[in-house]
C-alpha cells in the first residue's frame, strides 16, 4: 500500500519504537493518530492523539469509532516483564499475555471491518526475534512473542480477501527504553528499524527482518 494519504493508528506511540514510527509516517504523507493509554503524553508533531488502552475492549471499540477512515493498524504496544514461565509471577505473565497477544488481537479485529469499509490496507505487527528463540529468563515474554508470530500468520489469511496485507516485523534490541540495560553494541537504531518496517508495509511483505541476529535465527530455523 502507498503511505501518502494512508490513515495510520500505532499503538503505543508515545515513546520509543512506537514515536518513531508515528513521525515516519507523517514524514511520508501519512495522517497518523498516535494511540496511547494517555493521550496527553502524546508529543509527535502533526499527529492526532488518540485514546487506546490495547487491555480495555471498550477503549479499543471507542478508537476504531474515533479513527474510523484508518487505513493501516500498527500493533506496536508491548509489555516486558522479564518474568521466566516456571517461579514467575503469574499476574505479570498474564498481564503481558494480555498486551502482547490478546491486544493485537482485539485492536485487529475492531480494525479489520473500518479498514475493509475504506477499500483495504493493512496490519503491521511489531514482534520480536524472541518469536522463534525462548530463553528461560525471558520464558514469558518470548511465549507472548511466539503466540504474536502464529496470530499475524493466521490473521494474513484471514484478512488477504478483505484487501488487507499483515506485515510481522522481527527484531532483536533497539535502542529504546525497554532495552536500557542492554550494551549499546547489541542494539539497533529504532529509526532505521521503522523505515525497514514501513518499507515492508509499502511492498506487502510477510515479514521484515531487521537485523543480523534476527536473519541469522530465521535461517537457521531448520536446523
Not at 522479564?82 to 503481558?96: F, K, N, S, T, V
Request: hydrophobic fraction near 50%.
Amino acid at each position: 500500500m502507498e503511505l501518502t494519504n494512508a490513515v495510520a493508528v500505532v499503538t503505543g506511540a508515545n515513546r520509543g519504537f512506537g514515536r518513531h514510527l508515528a513521525t515516519q509516517l507523517i514524514e511520508r504523507g501519512a495522517k497518523v493518530y498516535a494511540a496511547a493509554r494517555r493521550p496527553e503524553t502524546i508529543d509527535v508533531p502533526g499527529a492526532i492523539p488518540l485514546r487506546l488502552d490495547v487491555t480495555d475492549p471498550e477503549s479499543i471499540a471507542e478508537a476504531a469509532a474515533t479513527a474510523s477512515d484508518a487505513t493501516l493498524i500498527i500493533n506496536n504496544a508491548g509489555a516486558a516483564n522479564g518474568q521466566p514461565l516456571l517461579g514467575g509471577d503469574l499476574a505479570l505473565i498474564r498481564a503481558e499475555l494480555e498486551t502482547n497477544y490478546f491486544g493485537p488481537l482485539a485492536v485487529t479485529e475492531a480494525f479489520a471491518p473500518v479498514i475493509e469499509a475504506n477499500g483495504g490496507g493493512a496490519v503491521l505487527n511489531v514482534l520480536s526475534v524472541l518469536s522463534w528463540v525462548h530463553p528461560g529468563a525471558l520464558g514469558s515474554y518470548s511465549a507472548t512473542k511466539a503466540a504474536a508470530w502464529a496470530l499475524t500468520n493466521a490473521t494474513r489469511e484471514q484478512l488477504a480477501p478483505k484487501g488487507i496485507t499483515v506485515t510481522a516485523l522481527h527484531v532483536g534490541y533497539m535502542d529504546t527504553d525497554m532495552a536500557a540495560s542492554v550494551p549499546a553494541d547489541q542494539k539497533v537504531d529504532p529509526a532505521v528499524v521503522a523505515k525497514l518496517a514501513l518499507d515492508g508495509v509499502v511492498a506487502g511483505a510477510k515479514e521484515v527482518l531487521a537485523d543480523d541476529l534476527t536473519r541469522t535465527v530465521k535461517a537457521g530455523l531448520s536446523a
